[in-house]
């Protein structure tokens, strides 16, 4: 499925109005925030339709994935919205993440737990707010709101030490910028292991480079010792890939549009993640020619003076290079 929808569902009492722009929705927040209230409202009018006092308005089907049959439900849903309530097991095991790749639906999930096999962006995590009321029967009005939508801790900032997520291009790529400057460029060597290496890292300035697109699951307890540790700063583009694409090395026309909107050109069947569809649009698009690139070897051509300080400059106030060499 591609694009993004809108969902509209509301009954006489309440009203949910929100957007679904990519394959995995985290819904998250404290008891009595709407968020059952929503999941048993899809699922009723999926059983009664107009009959429930309910109005569904969506492009595609809402449909909700529940039981010890989620899976046989789940081999008769295609190009839908799929909810799933808080209390479903299945949601955090390996067989879920597995069976839901193979399909071109969209998911939003109810929970509180990190659900760690499944690669979700931390823009994509949301809560429930209560927004407005309507007339006289005082309809409450309900919207998603964003948890994690802007890089966390960073202003004016020359870290002593980078994480970066993996031990990749990306991390090829600020290893040998930090070397430059004397900056320690450590790799986590996955995504789980950067809480470990934040709480090594003392009170100096740590600055963590991730894939935003597929860091979710990390940011809640990522989040809780940013807020307790002044010194930690978090900076989380969609991938590594995302940056090149954004410093405008490529001469593409498309590649604005593409990064303006996403969701538009990105097939949830085939990329599970945003951050496997920008790999795959930048090692097409420079296929064959001087920035050819590889996820699992930099091209040294991103470490030329041109190239690397146009990468850099995508980075908000991170200053990388010592002052004399600026």
């Known amino acids: 499925m591609v694009g993004a929808y809108r969902v509209v569902i509301q009954n006489k009492k309440i009203k949910f109005d929100f957007e679904i722009r990519r394959n995995i929705t985290i819904l998250r927040g404290d008891s ?5 209230t929503l999941v048993e409202m899809i699922q009723e009018y999926e059983e009664l339709g107009s009959d429930s006092g309910i109005t569904l308005q969506c492009e595609r089907n809402c449909a909700v994935l529940s039981g010890r049959q989620w899976e046989k439900q789940l081999a008769g849903l295609s190009q839908s919205i799929v909810f799933v309530d808080e209390g479903n097991a299945f949601t955090a095991s390996k067989e879920f993440a597995a069976a839901i790749q193979k399909t071109d639906n969209y998911y939003v999930l109810v929970t509180r737990e990190s659900l760690e096999t499944l690669p979700y962006s931390v823009t994509e995590i949301y809560g429930i707010r209560t927004s407005k009321h309507f007339g006289d029967l005082k309809q409450t ?7 994690y939508g802007k890089p966390v801790g960073i202003g004016t900032l020359k870290p002593a030490i980078v994480i970066t997520e993996d031990s990749n291009s990306g991390y090829q790529f600020f290893r040998s910028v930090c070397t430059e400057s004397g900056i320690d460029c450590k790799s986590a060597r996955g995504k789980s292991n950067i809480f470990k290496l934040l709480l090594d890292g003392k009170k100096q300035e740590v600055l ?6 597929a860091f979710g699951s990390q940011m809640e307890r990522i989040m809780d010792l940013v807020a307790s540790q002044p010194n930690f700063h978090v900076y989380l583009p969609e991938s590594f890939e995302w ?4 410093s405008g090395l490529l001469e593409d026309g498309e590649i604005n549009d593409i990064l303006e909107s996403p969701e538009k050109y990105v097939d949830s069947l085939q990329y599970f993640s945003w951050e496997r569809f920008f790999t ?7 296929s064959n020619s001087y920035l050819s690139y590889t996820k699992s070897k930099l091209n040294p ?22 002052e ?3």
């Open 243 to 246: 940056l090149i694409l954004q």
């Open 32 to 36: 009595a925030t709407g968020k059952t």
């Open 301 to 322: 051509v991103y470490l030329q003076e041109q190239e690397k300080d146009a990468i850099l400059s995508v980075i908000p106030k991170v200053q990388f290079k010592n």
């Open 324 to 326: 004399e060499n600026l």
């Open 280 to 286: 795959a649009l930048l090692t097409q698009r420079t």
């Open 141 to 147: 009005y309900n919207e998603f709101f964003q948890i």
């Open 208 to 213: 963590v480079i991730a894939d935003g697109a």
